[in-house]
């Protein structure tokens, strides 16, 4: 199989297996360095050079997380789309260390959307995420008719491995989305559009406005937007909501993550 067609095979079966766009870059990314680094054509390589390559990329200093990203991403190539699973059957996996979680306080929150009230996309994305649990991709995602307001829900359509979930929304947001509305009228179907575009913000943008309310709020630790999900979990588990309920909420599939 050569290069080019091995490239193609592979994201037809990511797209087969129905992982994420950002999932199937990082897999054909590391499968390219990979094929680059070893120089040999697919049906050549042996275990001993996938060994190898992730033991150099461990002494280099590429983290555990990198490399059971590698790990991850050879797998599923030669299993699925070679199907040669005796390539890389018998390599271990790397182990991650899990990192604690940092959670913001209830007045680190408070300060931040104070913060954010100068620009009102901005404190709705964040006002969003924080009362709901949302991740970044998931609130860019939102269109307009997942706001189902004579419910009380917010429909996440596209979540983390592309499930679907509903969330309550409490009075306040609800009542925020609605003047939200009626002051930027964003263009349809998506609930938040990019600056004078018919398409959702990038990523990167909502990054980089969190990073600079958390200053203009004075913050001083690192908090990053994923802080509010985790601030969304444990303020609703400080109030006594039950952990089923917390996890059913959050999208998770197993209590463990949650």
């Not at 990082?26 to 990979?34: A, E, K, N, W």
């Not at 990192?99 to 959307?113: G, I, N, Q, Y």
């Not at 004579?150 to 979930?165: E, V």
């Not at 909502?206 to 309310?213: C, G, L, P, T």
Request: net charge positive; with cysteine.
């Amino acid at each position: 199989m050569a290069q080019a067609s091995f490239r193609d095979r592979l994201d037809q079966d990511l797209r087969l297996r129905g992982l994420s766009p950002k999932t199937r870059i990082i897999y054909t990314s590391q499968c390219r360095r990979f094929f680059e680094r070893v120089g040999k054509p697919p049906a050549r390589v042996d275990e001993d050079d996938v060994r190898s390559h992730l033991l150099w990329m461990r002494e280099t200093g590429r983290s555990p997380a990198t490399v059971a990203q590698a790990h991850a991403a050879l797998r599923f190539f030669f299993v699925f789309t070679l199907a040669r699973p005796e390539v890389i059957q018998a390599i271990p996996h790397t182990r991650v260390p899990r990192r604690e979680a940092m959670v913001p306080t209830r007045d680190e929150v408070r300060r931040f959307l104070d913060a954010a009230r100068a620009n009102l996309r901005y404190f709705v994305w964040f006002s969003t995420m924080y009362g709901t649990g949302a991740r970044v991709s998931e609130l860019i995602a939102l269109q307009v008719d997942d706001v189902d307001a004579a419910s009380g829900l917010l429909r996440i359509r596209h979540g983390k491995n592309d499930k679907s979930r509903s969330v309550p929304l409490n009075d306040d947001l609800l009542q925020l989305l609605r003047g939200y509305w009626r002051s930027c009228r964003p263009t349809p179907p998506w609930l938040f559009n990019a600056h004078g575009k018919n398409t959702p913000p990038r990523p990167r943008t909502v990054q980089k406005a969190f990073a600079r309310i958390r200053t203009r709020a004075g913050v001083r630790r690192r908090l990053s937007p994923h802080s509010l999900r985790h601030a969304f979990a444990t303020h609703l588990l400080e109030d006594g909501v039950d952990p089923r309920t917390v996890q059913v909420l959050l999208g998770h599939a197993t209590m463990e993550t949650t």
